[in-house]
């Protein structure tokens, strides 16, 4: 099934998915899938038929951020069956889930918005996959998608994690910082370059750099990092990093490895 069509009623409710959860967050993977396809652009559709899974059926219920209830953990379960990291499954519309509800907006040309009405739910019942920007790519990669603030993150062909992000401001900077003992006047072009890149090294926890602390931090091209952060807007806002939020970045580095290829496209449009 081609990148632009809908992904078919209950995608990647199969019976060989397999729920991961790490730090409190779900994750989702179709291992059926992962077995018989090395396309990232083949739909769930065909595992779902094969094992006769019921399709998914939105309760229709608007939802705003703060509800709480069944509805909640419903829209919660979705997105992690999707590949979508909304935190714990708790009923709980917080952060965490909001990220990801932002995340499936995006992907699904859904203007980002924290409520789910109508068209969002439509979505979830016949969602979009993401756009694959590089269809000859390794089997396991990272695409991160500047015009829509999104990364996918794909594991044997398999898209095993969509999340929202907060690429380079685009933005020219200069700022003073104390380092290395000493106050510092830094300046720079806050940009994400476009291009094709690999993971390289790593640091666990908060990371001081000359311009902030990044949490978890991945480093895929020079001091460009994919990196966890308390501040991860819709619009693009950091200095050149893609800043993830925080319940992402705690569980990325357990499905990240080092020497992943990592492609970056786009321009985002304000």
């Known amino acids: 099934m081609g990148v632009g069509q809908r992904q078919g009623v209950a995608a990647l409710m199969t019976a060989g998915a397999v729920l991961l959860s790490s730090a409190g967050v779900t994750l989702f993977a179709d291992a059926a899938a992962a077995q018989t396809s090395a396309s990232p652009a083949v739909s769930a559709v065909t595992a779902v038929t094969a094992t006769g899974a019921s399709p998914f059926v939105a309760p229709g219920k608007t939802l705003k951020l703060g509800a709480k209830g069944a509805t909640v953990k419903v829209l919660q379960t979705r997105l992690a069956e999707l590949g979508y990291a909304p935190g714990r499954i708790d009923g709980r519309y917080g952060g965490a889930t909001l990220a990801a509800v932002w995340a499936f907006q995006k992907v699904n040309g859904i203007t ?159």
Not at 126 to 151: F, I, S
Not at 201 to 206: E, F, K, T, V, Y
Not at 209 to 229: V, W
Not at 238 to 247: K, Q, T
């Open 112 to 270: 980002p918005t924290s409520t789910v009405a109508r068209r969002t739910w439509a979505a979830l019942e016949t969602p979009l996959a993401p756009k694959v920007l590089v269809p000859n790519g390794k089997p396991t990669r990272v695409e991160v998608n500047l015009a829509k603030q999104v990364m996918v993150l794909y594991v044997g062909g398999v898209v095993k994690l969509v999340s929202h992000t907060s690429s380079g401001s685009g933005i020219s900077y200069c700022e003073t910082a104390t380092w290395e003992g000493r106050a510092q006047r830094f300046c720079g072009d806050a940009r994400t370059p476009t291009g094709d890149y690999k993971t390289t090294w790593r640091r666990d926890g908060w990371h001081k750099s000359y311009l902030g602390q990044l949490y978890n931090p991945i480093f895929f091209n020079g001091g460009i990092a994919f990196h966890g952060a308390l501040s991860v807007p819709l619009a693009p806002a950091s200095h050149g990093c893609v800043r993830l939020p925080m319940h992402v970045a705690e569980v990325l580095p357990g499905l990240l490895g080092t020497g992943v290829p990592v492609h970056v496209r786009g321009r985002f449009v304000r």
